[in-house]
């Protein structure tokens, strides 16, 4: 099983980056999917969720209104599109599936992980 994230990059402030996370191995629609991020020595935090079917979403306050995931299961990927960009959306960002959508993602209940692709906002 394999998760491959991309579509990280350097973007200026109000700028915006559209993730990917490709699933292989499993059928995507087995899982629901999720974003976190992580900056070096903090927590890794959710940003993001989507259920199986797409119709039910979850982000967190940081990211609210900004934020937009959405999944296209025929072609077995997520996508994380990312508007209005600001200095504190700096991080690594990690996909993941969980089995269970929990209308909530807090890193708990985590099947698979993918590897990580860099968002850096400059000012």
């Known amino acids: 099983v394999q998760l491959q994230a991309s579509g990280g990059g350097l973007v200026q402030v109000g700028g915006s980056l559209r993730l990917s996370c490709v699933v292989s191995?499993?059928?995507?629609?087995?899982?629901?999917i999720g974003w976190s991020r992580e900056v070096p020595g903090n927590r890794r935090e959710g940003v993001s969720c989507?259920?199986?079917?797409?119709?039910?979403?979850w982000y967190a306050d940081s990211v609210q209104g900004r934020f937009t995931i959405s999944r296209d299961n025929a072609a077995k990927t997520v996508y994380l599109q990312m508007n209005s960009l600001k200095p504190e959306d700096t991080a690594v960002y990690y996909c993941a599936a969980r089995v269970a959508y929990a209308g909530i993602w807090d890193g708990n209940g985590i099947n698979y992980w993918g590897q990580g692709t860099l968002v850096t906002v400059s000012s």
């Open positions: 191995g499993v059928s995507l629609d087995a899982y629901a």
């Open positions: 989507i259920n199986i079917s797409g119709k039910n979403t």
